[in-house]
C-alpha cells in the first residue's frame, strides 16, 4: 500500500534528512546522489549511498548497501522490525531485495519515472500475488530529494564538463567474442 506525505510518522522526516546526507556524499564522489538509512526502533542501523562508479559495480546502489548493512548490524538477513528511508523511489533489483529482506516499511522522498517500481512502473512492494508486501510512504521530503538529482544532472549535462564515467582502459587484444554463425555452427558440429 502506498500513503502520501502525510501519514508520515514524526521522526520520518528526520531520517529521509539522514539519507539526504548520504546522497549528498554520493554527488562529491560523482556517483548518482542517492542516500538510504535503515533504522530499527528508533536506532539507524546502516547508512549508504551509490558507489556504482568507485566501486565498478552495477549492484552498488545505496539500498543494497544499506541492506546488507542492516543485516550484518543484526545478525540476521530478516529485516522485520525495521524501516529504510531512501532518497530515490527503488529500482526493480532493489525493491526486490527489500522483499527478500522481509523489510516492513519504506519511506521514499522522490519518484523514479524511469526505473521506480514501487509506484512509477509498477507496484512491486503491494503485490498480493507475493508473499509479503511492504507498506510504503512516498514523497517525503520529495523537493529536497528530487532537488539534489536535478542538480547532478544539470552539472553531468555541462559542455565544459567531461564525463563523469571514468573511461576504462581497454583491453591490449580484443577478447574473442562469437558470432551468430559461428555459435550455430559450433552447435552443429556437435
Known amino acids: 500500500m502506498i500513503l502520501d506525505p502525510q501519514t ?8 529521509m534528512q539522514l539519507a539526504l546526507q548520504q546522497a549528498e556524499l554520493a554527488a562529491g564522489e560523482e556517483e ?3 542516500g538510504a538509512v535503515v533504522v530499527c526502533g528508533e536506532r539507524v542501523i546502516a547508512a549508504a549511498h551509490n558507489q556504482r562508479e568507485q566501486l565498478h ?7 543494497m548497501i544499506a541492506i546488507t548493512q542492516a543485516a550484518e548490524s543484526l545478525g540476521d538477513w530478516r529485516l522485520t522490525d525495521c524501516t529504510m528511508y531512501v532518497t ?8 526486490g531485495a527489500m522483499l527478500l529482506a522481509r523489510l516492513p516499511r519504506l519511506v521514499y522522498g ?3 519515472p524511469k526505473t521506480g517500481f514501487v ?10 500475488r507475493l508473499n509479503h508486501q511492504v507498506e510504503v510512504v512516498a514523497g517525503v521530503c520529495s523537493a529536497a530529494c528530487g532537488e539534489i538529482l536535478t542538480q547532478f544532472f544539470q552539472a553531468q549535462r555541462r559542455p565544459e564538463r567531461s564525463s563523469h564515467r ?3 582502459p581497454r583491453p591490449a587484444s580484443p577478447l574473442p567474442t562469437a558470432t551468430r554463425s559461428s555459435f550455430s555452427a559450433n552447435l552443429r558440429s556437435r
Do not use: F, I, N
Open 32 to 34: 548518482v546522489p542517492v
Open 166 to 168: 571514468k573511461s576504462r
Open 8 to 15: 508520515a510518522q514524526p521522526l520520518d522526516e528526520h531520517y
Open 110 to 112: 522522490a519518484t523514479d
Open 88 to 95: 530515490l523511489e527503488p529500482c526493480p533489483m532493489c525493491a
Open 57 to 63: 559495480d552495477p549492484t552498488a546502489h545505496a539500498e
Open 119 to 128: 509506484h512509477s512502473l509498477y507496484h512491486l512492494l503491494d503485490d498480493d
